[in-house]
T-cell receptor
Framework: GAVVSQHPSRVICKSGTSVKIECRSL??????MFWYRQFPKKSLMLMATSNEGSKATYEQGVEKDKFLINHASLTLSTLTVTSAHPEDSSFYICSANRGSQETQYFGPGTRLLVL | TQLLEQSPQFLSIQEGENLTVYCNSSSVFSSLQWYRQEPGEGPVLLVTVVTGGEVKKLKRLTFQFGDARKDSSLHITAAQPGDTGLYLCAGAYFNKFYFGSGTKLNVKP
């Protein structure tokens, strides 16, 4: 199997605080991880591509200083939403792909609510 | 603008009917995946198609990749209420994955 976990599954925070979301590949080493954002009843929007040991590549329009990504090991990538505001409230989903396989395995998502 | 356009966006049908969901682009993809997503959960992979013209079957679901690898379709035969969900296509493009706009399917008993 190829299992990806995310933690936390749900977080509520006050405006101005920073929130860290973890994405782990549990039974394989992920050379690349991806972070997506999904608004209610909408599709997934790619935010950034995270490669182990190097800087993340951000999609156009995504603020790199706002959404800090760290890929410290082959099984862990983190997304930190800095100085969160209510408009950052969303469903954040990570995925990982294994080696050269062009198939991505998704985490269960993290629901962020900023008050 | 979306790299992949899905149609229809919404589909409400009766149990037993057939349906087709389309995923179109002007870009060529190295592979294309179809996912199904339940509310509050991550997408679950249904199939990956790689070769132009490829057809894959998964029980009542048939997936086809266009000859030019720019488009794909998902056909469901004799839909059941358990097929209800959000169906998403995603194309692999220069080692990144871009999602279609999604098709919300509702199968009524």
């Amino acid at each position: 199997g190829a299992v990806v976990s995310q933690h936390p599954s749900r977080v509520i925070c006050k405006s101005g605080t920073s929130v860290k979301i973890e994405c782990r590949s549990l039974d394989f080493q992920a050379t690349t991880m991806f972070w997506y954002r999904q608004f209610p009843k909408k599709s997934l929007m790619l935010m950034a591509t995270s490669n182990e040991g190097s800087k993340a590549t951000y999609e156009q329009g995504v603020e790199k200083d706002k959404f800090l990504i760290n890929h410290a090991s082959l099984t862990l990538s983190t997304l930190t939403v800095t100085s969160a505001h209510p408009e950052d409230s969303s469903f954040y989903i990570c995925s990982a792909n294994r080696g050269s396989q062009e198939t991505q395995y998704f985490g269960p998502g993290t629901r962020l609510l900023v008050l | 603008t979306q790299l992949l356009e899905q149609s229809p966006q919404f589909l409400s049908i009766q149990e037993g009917e057939n349906l087709t969901v389309y995923c179109n682009s002007s870009s060529v993809f190295s592979s294309l995946q179809w996912y199904r997503q339940e509310p509050g959960e991550g997408p679950v992979l249904l199939v990956t198609v790689v070769t132009g013209g490829e057809v894959k079957k998964l029980k009542r679901l048939t997936f086809q990749f266009g000859d030019a690898r720019k488009d794909s379709s998902l056909h469901i035969t004799a839909a059941q209420p358990g097929d209800t969900g959000l169906y998403l296509c995603a194309g692999a493009y220069f080692n990144k994955f871009y999602f279609g706009s999604g098709t919300k399917l509702n199968v009524k008993p």
